[in-house]
């Protein structure tokens, strides 16, 4: 093993004595280098091979050459390349080879190389480093991409990249990235003719010389639309389809190409929503052109010509396709218009009215989500229309009797129109029979607020039926009547609940902190009472809460009666205790304590 290290030391006297020689370092530097050098020259000859050691030589070595140009720079001397940089490089490069070749299958070693190469400006290693990582890593659909970019954006060479990407489509015939990439391409390519052409004069294809038939394609972006046509005949699939808008959308010739996808989403999806909503708002502006305040009479009768069109086609979607989802999207594009800066007094009501009437419509053909209805009331209330809230909220509960966010909706809207207590209970009664038991803690917690603030007596009766439940309402509801006797009972009251609470289960770590937040709110806690309540605690909760023991352990240690005797002590019961996974922590936990870094309450 040393002699290989000495060998490699050795190759490297010469570069290192042309850089002291020329002062690019000095002599106690080069011995630091020399010295670095042969520790991880050792790594690399070690039995075992690990990837970690070449990418971190290769990293020292990258940055000691970054070094000597900064050097260079500042001293002024741009000689002896030949005999300091490229050997330096050439050994940069012996590393990764040897990297790629023990641990093909990692990317990150690969693209490292590629990356310094860039950096030293070989770019014809560049090339040859995407086809040898190719050969390896041809599963890879992005690789191919990134190798096709390198070609077409730094090397300028329109065919090899659209040699790459066929290659790729070879091995990945249902790549969307793959088809979308060299779809762009393609138009990218046509884009770059045609302002050379533009730059040369030769703006008017009619005036142009003559071009045979593959030229006259790829001019008129015909390549483009025939790789689109191959891949929704490879892929059926709408949102497939409806990506390729975008990237038409950036060229200003690909009016045919727009028109094709069209064409194909009206006749091929027409029983798909996606395919609607992309036909619709094709006669909306881009955001791009659609931002900024428009109020002139000419823009406003514009923007709501486009309006118009984009709604008459939603208008013939839901009656061809009569879906749930369709009128969600409706409904959701004309919601998106309304967010829009800027917008015209008359335009803005004329959506507003819009999306209340698809509202209405198909709440009417009971095609209405729950979503959209929860949209809607929020509408009504923002424009005051609290009676007709008020109706809608009931046509909600008809149509979705489960759902505990609309009946709460429709408590609350009833409570804030001050509506009699009487039937304010009364729906809240028919919502707890209506709403799954498991959902119903939201209802619970609103009509103890409203209790709290109407009829103080009600509450008791109502945190007992609650505690009565599934864990899903009990658990979190227990916490609060111990706030509320803390609140309204005092400590005592606080006492008894809480030792009626314990006969129930199931309870939480929550629950118990809570009561013992409440027991330390007096001026002198009794230490015999917080220790009944976290024995309590570790017998439910000892064997996977380490906060439970942590916050026993430092009771203890901080409260003026308590012994550290029994600190250790719990230490030692809660080693024993823990799930096997969660000692480790627990030890760390109680060390950083110990050593004065835990937080103390």
Not at 274 to 292: F, I, T, V
Request: neutral net charge; glycine residues 4%; charged residues 30%.
């Amino acid at each position: 093993m040393a002699d290989f290290v000495q060998k490699r030391v050795e190759d490297m006297l010469p570069e290192l004595e042309q850089m002291r020689r020329v002062q690019l370092f000095t002599e106690k530097e080069i011995k630091k280098i020399i010295k670095k050098t042969k520790a991880f020259e050792y790594k690399l000859q070690r039995k075992t091979k690990v990837m970690a050691d070449y990418l971190k030589y290769a990293q020292y070595e990258i940055s000691l050459l970054s070094l000597i140009r900064k050097r260079r720079k500042r001293l002024g001397y741009h000689f002896k390349k030949d005999e300091i940089d490229y050997p330096l490089i050439n050994r940069v490069h012996r590393l990764f080879r040897y990297c790629e070749q023990r641990f093909p299958g990692t990317t990150k070693v690969w693209l490292m190389h590629i990356e310094f190469c860039k950096k030293v400006h070989q770019r014809g290693a560049v090339g040859q480093m995407f086809s040898e990582m190719l050969q390896i890593h041809s599963s890879n659909p992005g690789l191919w991409i990134l190798a096709a970019k390198w070609e077409f954006e730094e090397e300028n060479s329109s065919d090899n990249a659209r040699s790459l990407l066929q290659r790729a489509l070879r091995f990945h015939p249902e790549s969307k990235k793959l088809w979308l990439e060299y779809f762009r391409m393609e138009l990218l390519i046509t884009d770059h003719i045609r302002k050379r052409r533009e730059i040369l004069g030769i703006e008017n294809l009619d005036n142009a010389p003559e071009l045979d038939d593959s030229e006259d394609a790829v001019l008129k972006g015909k390549v483009a639309l025939v790789v689109y046509k191959q891949a929704v005949k490879a892929m059926d699939d709408v949102n497939f389809c409806k990506s390729f808008l975008p990237i038409c959308s950036l060229f200003d010739f690909s009016q045919e190409h727009t028109e094709c996808i069209y064409g194909d989403l009206k006749e091929k999806y027409s029983d798909k929503e996606e395919s609607w909503d992309a036909l619709a708002r094709r006669y909306l502006p881009s955001s791009k052109n659609s931002a900024g305040e428009k109020t002139s009479d000419k823009e406003v009768t514009s923007t709501l010509k486009m309006d118009n069109d984009c709604f008459s086609v939603f208008e013939t979607a839901t009656e061809e396709l009569p879906t749930q989802k369709m009128w969600g999207v409706y409904a959701g594009a004309i919601a998106e218009l309304l967010k829009q800066p800027g917008q015209a007094g008359v335009v803005k009501e004329r959506r507003l009215q819009r999306l209340l009437d698809v509202f209405s419509r198909a709440a009417d053909r009971e095609l209405l989500s729950e979503d959209l209805f929860h949209e809607w009331l929020s509408l009504l209330r923002q424009t005051g229309q609290i009676d007709k809230a008020k109706d809608v909220v009931q046509v909600a509960v008809e149509t979705y009797p489960k759902s505990t966010t609309l009946w709460k909706q429709r408590i609350v809207l009833h409570i804030h129109c001050l509506d009699d207590p009487s039937n304010i209970e009364t729906m809240f009664n028919t919502a707890l029979q209506a709403v799954p038991e498991k959902e119903s803690l939201p209802l619970f917690q609103l009509g103890i607020e409203w209790s709290l603030a109407r009829n103080p007596d009600k509450v008791e009766p109502l945190l007992e039926m609650a505690c009565s439940l599934c864990k899903e309402v009990s658990v979190p509801i227990k916490i609060c009547y111990l706030e509320w006797a803390a609140c309204t009972g005092g400590l005592d009251s606080t006492r008894k609940v809480y030792k009626k609470l314990c006969s129930q289960r199931p309870l939480s770590v929550e629950f118990y902190e809570k009561f013992v937040g409440i027991e330390n709110s007096v001026p002198e806690p009794s230490i015999k009472r917080l220790r009944r309540i976290y024995e309590d605690a570790v017998g439910d909760f000892g064997s996977h809460s380490i906060d439970i023991w942590m916050n026993y352990i430092k009771l203890e240690l901080t409260h003026p009666k308590g012994d550290a005797v029994n600190a250790g002590k719990l230490h030692w019961r809660a080693k024993k205790c823990l799930l096997d996974h969660l000692v480790d922590d627990f030890i760390s936990t109680y060390v950083l304590l110990q050593t004065g870094h835990g937080n103390k309450k």
